[in-house]
């Protein structure tokens, strides 16, 4: 390849299928959940998708996640274990229920939760954890259920990804996806809960349609709710997605193995582990451990602009929720902590490209090491 490669945009372009669909529900009318069926049909297949009974669409995923939250009783005074090494939406979502998300450390192998540290917070006023299921591999809910705890899946990078056979959706009480804009699956924004708990979802479902019942009338509101609702254009968009999600994660697990193959001649570049159990990785994420001392003692920050100018825009991953001050950390997390200082992230669209790209990775992350080993740091 001569010169750095142009990388895929995402999402991608839209199908014919997609316009169909969008046209459809412009021509019947009936843009909202209330008035049209797609959102429901859509609810049901993805749920289905999941291994899970019920499904309800809503805005966004951290609106999926305060739903959940909410309909599984957690409140003010209640506390939420979530992993300090992920996206701030899944501390705010527990805010936003009225409740005080404590952090917990990831495990140093994988960055995904450590149940050993949930057990170190847990505590009187703790209702729920959450587990994430980060860059697209299942976090491990076997040993997160044993803590006791009703565990709520943050599935927002893990559309389609299984542990042990199961997929994700279906390894807690409840679990939330995102279809944000740099989601596998994208309508711009969006989200769904989806559970096997009938009592579950049907509290889900009056949260986010202002209090109503199901069976119940327009203006009955037994229960205090909001509108928290998807419109139908965003289901219309999603649902011909459904189709095509098993092979963009095919295209990307080739991109993640021919990026491991570039990566293993480039000391102080290593892919992050990925937690035992996982049978299907989606890579919304490809992890990568920087070590600075292989690269002349530069920081990260010197390396991702020196690979940015080589054509290669990494990006630079997560802060530890341990600092926010509005999250609770009653025992330290170092390893999240150290993670903000040395993982970097190739995103989905760069593991989508033709494989000769994804190989320059390799060829501009040695090419970047040489030349900050040549420099004195300042």
């Known amino acids: 390849m001569t010169g750095p490669p142009r990388w895929p945009s ?6 014919d299928e997609q316009r169909a669909a969008l046209l459809g529900v412009l021509d019947s009318g009936r843009w909202g959940a209330t008035s049209g069926t797609v959102t429901e049909e859509f609810a049901a297949a993805f749920a289905r998708r999941c291994g899970a009974a019920h499904g309800v669409c809503t805005v966004n995923g951290t609106v999926a996640l305060f739903l959940a939250l909410r309909a599984l009783g957690v409140g003010p005074g209640d506390e939420v274990v979530v992993p300090a090494y992920t996206f ?6 527990v805010v936003l229920a009225g409740a005080v998300p404590v952090a917990a450390d990831v495990t140093a192998a994988t ?3 450590d149940p050993a540290a949930v057990r170190a917070v847990t505590g009187p006023r703790t209702r729920a954890v959450v587990a994430v299921h980060l860059a697209g591999a299942p976090a491990d809910t076997d040993a997160l259920r044993a803590t006791g705890l009703p565990v709520v899946e943050d599935a927002a990078q893990a559309h ?4 042990h056979g199961r997929p994700a959706g279906s390894l807690g009480r409840v679990a939330c996806f995102s279809f944000q804009s740099g989601k ?13 708990d009938r009592a579950l979802y049907e509290r889900v479902w009056s949260l986010h349609n202002v209090g109503r019942s199901r069976g119940g009338g327009w203006y009955d509101h037994p229960e205090a709710g909001w509108n928290m609702r998807m419109t139908e254009f965003q289901a219309a968009l999603l649902q011909p997605q459904l189709g095509l999600l098993d092979g963009w994660i ?3 697990a080739r991109g993640a193995a021919v990026l491991a193959e570039a990566l293993a001649g480039v000391p102080g570049l290593d892919p992050v582990g990925v937690p035992p159990g996982t049978t299907r990785h989606t890579w919304h994420l490809a992890m990568l451990r920087y070590d600075a001392e292989e690269f002349g ?12 100018a080589e054509g290669v825009p990494l990006d630079a991953g997560y802060g530890s929720l341990s600092r926010l001050p509005y999250v609770a950390s009653p025992a330290p997390c170092p390893v999240a902590e150290a993670a903000e200082r040395s993982v970097v992230w190739v995103r989905q669209p760069m593991l989508m490209a033709e494989e000769a790209a994804v190989a320059y990775i390799g060829h501009a992350a040695r090419a970047v090491r040489r ?8």
């Open 184 to 196: 596998a699956m994208t309508a711009g924004e969006g989200g769904i809960v989806v559970t096997g």
């Open 160 to 163: 389609g990804a299984a542990r």
């Open 88 to 93: 701030v939406a899944t501390a705010t979502a």
């Open 297 to 308: 003692g530069r920081s990260k920050e010197e390396f991702l602009a020196a690979m940015a």
């Open 371 to 378: 030349a900050l080993r040549r420099r004195t740091p300042s």
């Open 111 to 113: 960055l995904h939760l």
């Open 10 to 15: 995402w999402p991608p372009p839209p199908t």
């Open 250 to 252: 095919d295209r990307r």
